[in-house]
């Protein structure tokens, strides 16, 4: 580079947009101080009545998170849609194909200095750098020192940045940040190129949320070809075959992964429950139940027809059987106790909900008690589902597995090199539950029972009955 130094040129925004970034800011340092926003405070001791170099008392991050040059999968803020507006008044001056995925806004305060750094490789070139509240100046230059009073050696470029102004930053060159006399915004835009596996996922998540399969009611021919069959007859439907069993079997491990809080109110029930009992889990599922019944010394036994699932039960130790619901593989009046959780909501036939309950109440003592839970058709403000009918395909989205076994992978390289596919949509069979209707079920057992409680619990009904003679 030439030994003098030269100047960038610098572009201004409009007065509207100056003021909307103004705003952006206020708005964040409000927000950082109640605690809502991704706005770092830092409130370190002055040296001489200055502030300590190149550690910046306040920043707000958005997108993806490029705080101290480093890149992380931090969860963020979206960019504001002003930054597209700022980016497109630097169009002209940018590359084809450059997009900001990245916002950092730092407060540097009065005789507070920047060090040379230069930016990371992660980064497409250039930055957008912009300056708000007071004027800034910048030091560009390859060998760029600092000397002790603020000042830099080997600048080979400088920049005057006047409040509202912003430049692009040469590629190559460090850059430093002289002192000043007033506070001022810093405001960086960047285009990250390599994105951290976590950001990749949640944008395949969100693009797909975005795209989420809507509940389908099933077919009413399909329904009336059901209703004209043998009402005691067990054997599974069709519609069961393929939107039960075979889905569980296909996404067994994405359920596990994602299905491991218990219940509260399963909870409860199983530690009410007097000492030395034996519980089934029947339609145990990945076991979260059983695990919790291990944690507190409670006997149980699960079983289930899924062979995934049980596999995935065995793996974390958990005694767990192959078993068809129709036909338990139980003793009568083997457990004091059982549940049934998100079971009952998959039978496509009163006939075979009907039996599905005559098998848990046979396998129970006297006096043995049973909860059973499974999706209401009334849906409360807190779930994230509608249903239109009672007998509905609820989708499953398996998202980008490729992706998600890559990041699972801690030696994985650049995830963002994944192919991100459209997530699989597999269709779930529910028959959900109007009030009254599991008590109308287990009232049709022929067995004596007795229901001691009825409720609504997180957009589901349930029971907890108790099995008399």
């Known amino acids: 580079f030439r030994s003098e130094q030269t100047a960038l040129s ?7 947009l100056s003021s909307a970034l103004h705003e952006l800011i206020e708005t964040a340092i409000t927000q950082a101080k109640e605690g809502s926003s991704q706005g770092k405070h830092y409130d370190q001791p002055k040296q001489d009545g200055k502030w300590k170099r190149g550690r910046t008392r306040c920043s707000f991050a958005y997108g993806v998170n490029t705080r101290h040059n480093k890149l992380t999968g931090a969860d963020l803020p979206a960019l504001p849609a002003l930054v597209e507006e700022i980016v497109e008044a630097f ?22 200095w920047g060090p040379p750094r230069q930016e990371p490789a992660f980064l497409t070139a250039p930055t957008i750098m912009l300056a708000m509240a007071a004027e800034a100046r910048v030091a560009f230059g390859l060998n760029l020192l600092p000397n002790t009073d603020g000042a830099f050696q080997h600048v080979a470029k400088e920049q005057i940045l006047s409040p509202g102004h912003g430049c692009l930053l040469p590629a190559g060159l460090k850059i430093g940040l002289y002192p000043g006399q007033h506070p001022r915004w810093i405001i960086l835009l960047r ?12 944008r395949a998540q969100a693009a797909a949320l975005l795209n989420k399969p809507q509940v389908q009611v099933v077919d009413p021919g399909v329904l009336a070809t059901m209703a004209q069959a043998d009402e005691t ?45 034996l519980v ?11 695990t919790v019944a291990r944690e507190h010394g409670i006997a149980m036994l699960g079983s289930d027809l899924c062979v995934n ?137 022929g067995y004596a029972v007795e229901v001691m409680r009825s409720f609504y619990d997180k957009s589901n009904w349930c029971i907890v009955a108790r099995r008399l003679a």
């Open 10 to 16: 610098s572009i201004a925004l409009s007065d509207t």
């Open 91 to 112: 169009r002209a001056e940018l590359p084809d194909g450059w997009q900001c995925n990245a916002a950092l806004i730092e407060l540097y305060e009065p005789h507070q």
């Open 191 to 202: 285009n990250v190129t390599t994105l951290p596996p976590a950001v990749v996922q949640r």
């Open 233 to 277: 007859s067990f054997k599974p439907t069709a519609l069961e075959t393929e939107h039960v069993a075979h889905v569980y079997e296909s996404i067994a491990s994405h359920w596990d992964r994602t299905r491991h809080s218990p219940w509260p109110q399963v909870e409860r029930f199983l530690l009410e429950l007097p000492p030395a009992v």
């Open 280 to 290: 089934a889990d029947v339609g145990c599922g990945n076991g979260k139940y059983m």
């Open 309 to 445: 699932l049980v596999e995935v039960c065995g793996e974390k130790g958990l005694e767990a059987s192959i078993a068809d619901n129709m036909v338990l593989p139980y003793r009568d009046e083997m457990f004091d106790a059982a549940i049934s959780i998100a079971v009952l909501h998959h039978f496509a036939t009163r006939a075979r909900r009907v039996r599905a309950l005559q098998e848990v109440c046979r396998i129970l003592k006297p006096g043995g008690q049973l909860l059973v839970q499974a999706w209401a058709l009334e849906q409360g403000d807190e779930s994230k589902r509608a249903f239109p009918d009672q007998d509905v395909l609820v989708p499953w989205c398996h998202l980008n597995p490729e992706l998600e076994a890559k990041i699972a992978d801690k030696d994985a390289g650049d995830s963002s090199q994944a192919s991100i596919h459209e997530p699989q949509v597999y269709h779930r069979y529910c028959h959900v539950y109007k009030e009254g209707e599991l008590e109308e079920l287990l009232f049709a057992t």
